[in-house]
């Protein structure tokens, strides 16, 4: 009954079985798509776009801001990094059948607000690795649209009205670790990463059964970003083309229902247009989201610092 759409708390959750089940079933399925959703808005690669999912009833809309800032070092070993997002997601989905004779339509929007930071370990020539950790807060805000009033009478209706038209804050943990190699050849840079992160997103609901959803995703991304091209008003920009195979794993494969998508993109990288030494560059990023449940098409600005 998981694998339906990014959020599968909908569609098919209505089941002939006590209140007190169906209102469990559906805290912990919320709570779990919710922890999804944080994905969306937290994954470097995926900043901002819009995504449809096989069930066409389901959308979601994406509007982040990614950050990176790599600190200055006196040793050539390592270097310490800071990095996150802000930003806010839409997320709907139509035609939800409850069994209460209409079908309704469930809207979320998703505020949060990413803060991380590690080391960077030189740990071969052309070849890194990093660790770090990262704190998401995020605030998600329920509006449940029926055309049949709900009934806070009845134990299912006072559920639905409970869970699903609420205003719940969630707390996010994250470790990450990766490896790269990124050689200079003929003024082109080449790269691969590979890395790992685990997600533990503790669950705000005095309805679910589970105190905290967990989620693991592997990422393999390889590019090349290509020598200066041209100035544009005498700024250098340089274009970054890369593909990468994102594997997910835990809560998140339940509910997305795939346990894997392609991601194909390029990026923009034009040097600061702002005179100041800690700002790097500005990234423009357009790729393409494939996967075995949805298709997404992500645009968004970045900096570099």
């Known amino acids: 009954m998981k694998n339906l759409v990014l959020l599968p708390i909908l569609s098919a959750l209505y089941i002939s079985t006590a209140s007190a089940d169906f209102k469990n079933d559906l805290a912990n399925i919320y709570a779990e798509g919710v922890n999804s959703i944080l994905f969306f808005t937290s994954e470097d690669i995926i900043s901002s776009g819009y995504y449809t999912f096989d069930d066409s009833d389901t959308t979601l809309d994406t509007h982040f801001l990614p950050f990176t800032y790599q600190f200055k070092s006196d040793s050539d070993f390592y270097n310490f990094y800071a990095n996150g997002s802000v930003g806010f997601s839409k997320y709907e989905e139509e035609h939800i059948d409850f069994g209460r004779g209409v079908e309704d339509t469930e809207k979320m929007t998703t505020y949060a607000v990413k803060v991380g930071g590690g080391v960077r370990l030189n740990i071969l020539p052309d070849t890194d690795m990093m660790m770090g950790a990262a704190y998401i807060y995020s605030k998600v805000n329920g509006d449940y649209k029926t055309s049949q009033s709900l009934d806070r009478n009845n134990p299912d209706d006072k559920a639905?009205?409970?869970?699903?038209?609420?205003?719940?804050?969630?707390?996010?943990?994250?470790l990450s670790t990766s490896i790269g190699y990124h050689p200079m050849i003929n003024a082109y840079q080449p790269y691969f990463r590979a890395g790992i992160r685990h997600f533990k997103t503790n669950v705000d609901s005095e309805y679910a059964t589970i105190s905290d959803t967990t989620s693991l995703i592997t990422k393999l991304k390889a590019g090349v970003i290509?020598?200066?091209?041209?100035k544009i008003y005498d700024l250098p920009l340089k274009l970054e083309i890369y593909a990468s195979e994102i594997f997910l794993a835990g809560d998140m494969d339940d509910v997305v229902g795939c346990d894997k998508f392609f991601v194909l993109g390029t990026t923009f990288h034009l040097a600061s247009p702002v005179e100041k030494e800690w700002i790097k560059e500005v990234t423009l990023d357009i790729n393409m989201v494939r996967g075995d449940k949805f298709d997404g098409f992500n645009f968004g600005f970045g900096l570099s610092f």
């Open 226 to 230: 290509t020598p200066e091209l041209t």
């Open 160 to 174: 639905i009205d409970d869970i699903l038209n609420s205003n719940r804050t969630h707390h996010t943990y994250e």
